[in-house]
């Protein structure tokens, strides 16, 4: 079975530039998550998706984040413009929406703003 | 909003020793779970407990979920070198409502194991 996938993997930008990360999950995952990870922190949930609606984006800065999964499978994270404080891991997680549900993680895109 | 407390920030030990690490919370969780994050991956599963007062075991891990609700261990028998890496623990409200599925991390214990 194929893991959570993600692209791009590196991504180096200037402050106020735009970036987007891809996210595509395990085949059949209804639930879909996008974590932020800083430098020597845990992960931070920035917004979960069922199916392709939104179940909770309390955390996500609404003025620079936008996060979409249209068809209910892939999805994208956006930023735009990015800050320094932007720097981090974002990863994306899946799970099967079943009783004792396990999120899978991807390995991550590694944002740097200059 | 909620808080992990996990201890300690980081460990230096040597082959063959046993770890353990804790993981406090200031509210409660109905499921706690334990990750393993290596460089450049992202956290893998390690041990799920979903009831208080769980001991669970996998392998060298043994996992307690606090009868509080409120704390979590974790202990590794018989340390090896790819025991390395970062343990986080994470707490999640099994429940209807927006917290529904979401796991609130740890900051993590980094483990470095000397062959």
């Known amino acids: 079975e194929a893991g959570v996938a993600q692209s791009p993997r590196y991504k180096i930008i200037e402050k106020r530039q735009s970036v987007a990360f891809w996210c595509n999950p395990i085949s059949g995952h209804a639930t879909l998550y996008w974590y932020q990870q800083i430098l020597g922190q845990g992960p931070k949930l920035l917004i979960q998706f069922q199916n392709n609606g939104v179940v909770d984006d309390s955390q996500l800065p609404k003025d620079r984040f936008s996060a979409e999964r249209l068809k209910g499978v892939d999805s994208t994270l956006k930023i735009q413009p990015a800050k320094l404080e932007d720097s981090a891991v974002y990863l994306c997680a899946s799970s099967s929406g079943s009783t004792k549900e396990t999120q899978y993680f991807g390995p991550g895109t590694r944002l740097l703003v200059l | ?115």
């Open chain 2, 1 to 115: 909003g909620q808080q992990l407390n996990q201890s300690p920030q980081s460990m230096f030990i040597q082959e063959g020793e046993d770890v353990s690490m804790n993981c406090t919370s200031s509210s409660i969780f109905n499921t706690w779970l334990w990750y393993k994050q290596d460089p450049g991956e992202g956290p893998v599963l390690l041990i799920a407990l979903y009831k208080a007062g769980e001991l669970t075991s996998n392998g060298r891990l043994t996992a307690q979920f606090g009868i509080t609700r409120k704390d979590s261990f974790l202990n590794i028998s018989a340390s090896i070198p790819s025991d390395v890496g970062i343990y986080f623990c994470a707490g999640q409200l099994r429940a209807g409502g927006t917290s529904y599925g979401k796991l609130t991390f740890g900051q993590g214990t980094i483990l470095t194991v000397h062959p």
